[in-house]
């Protein structure tokens, strides 16, 4: 399908070769920016040593982690101890979980042990219990699925509204049991971009949380789709955990966890990313408005639409109303538009509609049709109407070979 | 101490500054190789996409991680489908305590599981049993020993010989016990550079295992310190695992884990590192000699010099005896010479000697005055001279202090 997009994002059309690909699925990657390209590979030249070494190669690399640290702590409202690099987001997530677990069975001790052996004694359970919604990542959901496969916690998966595609405060505080010790519910949805209350769900968890004595319940928010698109302040929100990942806004694939350290006091609100944010915001809702005024009210649902709901600027989860028009064969029958009927990670399920969509009650129909299409800051209006026009003409041809 | 190296190894001398600096630490880590820096910016730069997605710059990262796993297989004398990717040595390392572990629990279900269940309600400990040695890395080291603390698992620590520095197979033997399900033995010593028997211990670990039902028995080997210096072939030594470091060996920082897939019968021999490796071996007797020439017989000791034992061609664990000489203080007062008192990681352990040396038989006040000079392929024999020279006049100085 005529592809030559190298680098994808300014490669000016041709006449005599397929017209430019555009790429609009930075929900699942984005490209790096040539400036980071450039001071990667300054490191790996001059910085190649071990950090904990006193010569010049390891004392270089000391310093730009610790400098990185400072600059993503910024980032999420945070200082630099409580940054914790890690190889991806999945690796931080899986992270919070067995810190988790461990900080339950270790408050256990003393006092509590006594109790806990007589429970166990008792066949009665005194496994840590966590939170999750029915709509996180795999990283998440499959982490707290296989400690509870393992019987080494209990877990609840609260669905998310069908009417406003979010996880309900009252929800999670109806799940909540003696036995909690976290609750992780991602900051925005990587498919329908929806973002989820989680300052209210931290405010209403605490204030339920000092009533009690052990465990004390962990707050984490795996914010990967929300850095550089909304406003992430770690200590605003209140969460106790808050992850990041590098290949989510223009930097490498790595991750890394905000850990609030104890007696932090000092909030810190800059943005680092602010700038591209604000830009994303009209390609994104002009991509909606082009669409609407394309294919009309009736041929187009979007997905990320639930009344009451903020979603994230730069996302448009969309279906095409009409026979033949399933997301995967509108895909690969565009001869512009990249971008993937949901999170890229689970490319290899075949032909089933997102489960994502179908949790937030998009009927299997439209979520069969349904294309995420997500804007960075190298995308323009331009684009935008390319796209739209490349789909106006993909519609239309699979629905005469109908 | 005027150390201006950038890129430390092919700067010249000036005769306004200090003296160039001259790097012997390959062991805790090597400089990338200028190609490599190359490649990867460029696959920054291109290959960018998600591996999964089907637009051309995730194929591209799909073609480029493909291609490297079949390198990094051939390496090692496996099949692609043989190595996991890894964020590092000690990711692969944790995998594999972590799979053993698993692995003896999935083998006590079904017929075994009364019989477990039997010895957990007596009190009696059916849990699995691993064997490392007394120098291993702190990834194996520590790994093994939290989960000893957390009760998951029993270890037993063989001590290297006095004699030889290395892990006899007979006292591997001697550890086994009916729950042993892991050895962990690491192919070269990051210190001493001694190469352990691994291909003994595996042959005779299989002859003692077929005569056993369950757990098979798991043999691992950290190969970090050996790929690039001597020949590695998984297949030839026998292993089910085997760790694989990238940034020692002029590559970035990232791991692999060669696993025996099953099924697996044609072995692979080629060595992707053949060059470096033969080049390395001048250097580092050249060192000895020359060592040996300039301080006598009766001030130098080599901590890798054990009867009958093999080293690493590149390691050269060296003490000059005399008052004041102790490691650090010679290796801060060096002009020219880059080098360590043993693995980088444990530089913040103050002034102990390396535990390493002390498990190896070699006595306090020698283990104090260690340096562990690796060579690499970038390293000739004028660099030896110089910094020969340089230890030379570094003992003259700390003895006219003292």
């Avoid at 030249?45 to 702590?73: D, H, Q, T």
């Avoid at 499959?142 to 209990?154: F, P």
């Avoid at 999670?172 to 992780?184: D, G, K, W």
């Avoid at 995967?328 to 512009?336: A, D, E, G, Q």
Wanted: charged share 25%; aromatic share 6%; with cysteine.
């Amino acid at each position: 399908t005529g592809l030559n997009p190298d680098p994808p994002l300014s490669k000016a059309p041709s006449p005599h070769t397929a017209p430019r690909a555009i790429y609009m699925d930075y929900n699942a990657t984005t490209p790096l920016e040539p400036e980071v390209v450039e001071v990667v590979s300054e490191a790996l030249r001059g910085a190649w040593g071990n950090p904990s070494s006193s010569y010049l190669p390891g004392v270089k690399a000391r310093n730009i982690i610790n400098k990185s640290r400072e600059n993503v702590a910024r980032m999420v409202g945070g200082r630099a101890e409580d940054i914790v690099f890690t190889s991806g987001g999945t690796e931080a997530n899986s992270l919070v979980f067995h810190t988790a677990a461990k900080h339950f069975w270790e408050s256990q001790r003393g006092a509590e042990r006594e109790r806990a052996e007589n429970c166990r004694q008792n066949g009665t359970s005194v496994r840590p219990h966590f939170i999750i919604s029915n709509v996180e990542h795999d990283s998440v959901r499959l982490t707290a699925e296989n400690m509870q496969t393992e019987g080494r916690a209990d877990v609840t998966c609260v669905a998310v509204s069908k009417v406003t595609g979010r996880v309900e405060v009252e929800d999670v505080v109806a799940a909540l049991r003696p036995a909690t010790c976290l609750i992780s519910i991602m900051m925005a949805n990587n498919e329908t971009g929806v973002i989820m209350p989680i300052k209210e769900i931290c405010q209403r968890v605490r204030s339920i949380s000092t009533q009690r004595h052990v465990p004390r319940i962990l707050l984490h928010t795996d914010a990967a789709q929300a850095i550089g698109k909304v406003r992430v302040d770690a200590r605003d929100l209140g969460v106790d955990y808050l992850t990041i990942v590098g290949h989510k806004f223009y930097a490498p694939r790595i991750g890394a966890l905000f850990v609030n350290g104890p007696g932090n006091s000092t909030p810190l609100y800059p943005m680092l990313f602010g700038g591209g944010q604000e830009r994303n915001f009209r390609p994104g809702s002009y991509l909606e408005d082009r669409l609407l005024a394309v294919f009309g009210k009736e041929r187009i649902r979007f997905n990320s639409h639930f009344p009451g709901s903020e979603t994230l600027p730069n996302t448009c989860n969309v279906s095409i109303i009409g026979p033949g028009l399933q997301g995967r064969r509108v895909l690969s029958t565009c001869r512009r538009l990249l971008a993937s009927v949901g999170a890229a990670c689970h490319s290899d399920r075949g032909d089933r509609p997102s489960h994502i969509l179908l949790s937030c009650g998009v009927p299997f129909e439209v979520a069969s049709n349904a294309l995420r299409i997500s804007v960075g800051r190298g995308t323009s209006l331009k684009d935008v109407d390319l796209v739209v026009e490349d789909l106006r003409e993909t519609a239309r041809k699979l629905e005469e070979m109908n």
